[in-house]
């Protein structure tokens, strides 16, 4: 856990650094809805899905180096034969994106994340089953700015997830999510 969180601190201040020496930097700050799903292995051999809410901070640095920090939250409930689980995360993200333009109002963008995911699953006949564990991947999308200071992401992203417990592992986590952002 110390050395997940050490790479995290890492890689976000070599990359800020780095970037950060540009001239032309615009913070902004919004939040997400999207849809979610969790690809579990083991004795949940199973898809968790549901709705996904995100909230964000971050700046652009010369209209095309964008570095964001991200929660996120997802709660679902399923059966795994007689037993009722419920599977709740939450999810701290720090993303690096490269903003592509296509026109003067849309770019299209990819880049990693990394982070943290804290995962609690419960089982109605088993009791409950939570760890924090490394995460990484990636993102790609589309962003448009609507006005001056309000912008809309349509994004893709792909996570790597190491949780184990007992017999159960979580894979993969596959998000879309719709966001808005506002520029000050």
């Known amino acids: 856990m110390k050395k997940s969180?050490?790479?995290?601190?890492?890689?976000?201040?070599?990359l800020s650094s780095s970037v950060m020496a540009q001239s032309h930097v615009e913070s902004f700050i919004g939040g997400g809805i999207g849809y979610q799903t969790d690809t579990f292995k083991g004795d949940a051999n199973k898809h968790s899905e549901d709705a996904s809410y995100q909230l964000r901070a971050g700046v652009i640095i010369n209209d095309h180096h964008r570095l964001s920090a991200t929660y996120g939250f997802k709660k679902d409930r399923y059966s795994i034969e007689d037993d009722k689980a419920k599977h709740t995360q939450n999810l701290f993200l720090t993303s690096y994106d490269y903003l592509m333009p296509v026109t003067s109002t849309i770019n299209?963008?990819?880049?990693?994340?990394?982070?943290?995911?804290?995962?609690?699953?419960?089982?109605?006949?088993?009791?409950?089953?939570?760890a924090s564990d490394f995460v990484w991947g990636g993102q790609v999308g589309a962003n448009i700015q609507l006005t001056s200071h309000i912008s809309s992401d349509l994004t893709y992203r792909y996570l790597d997830q190491n949780y184990k417990q007992a017999n159960t592992r979580l894979k993969v986590t596959e998000q879309v999510v719709w966001s808005v952002d506002y520029k000050f």
């Open 5 to 14: 969180v050490l790479a995290v601190v890492l890689f976000s201040g070599a």
């Open 108 to 130: 299209l963008f990819a880049g990693p994340s990394m982070g943290i995911s804290h995962d609690r699953i419960s089982y109605s006949n088993a009791g409950a089953q939570s």
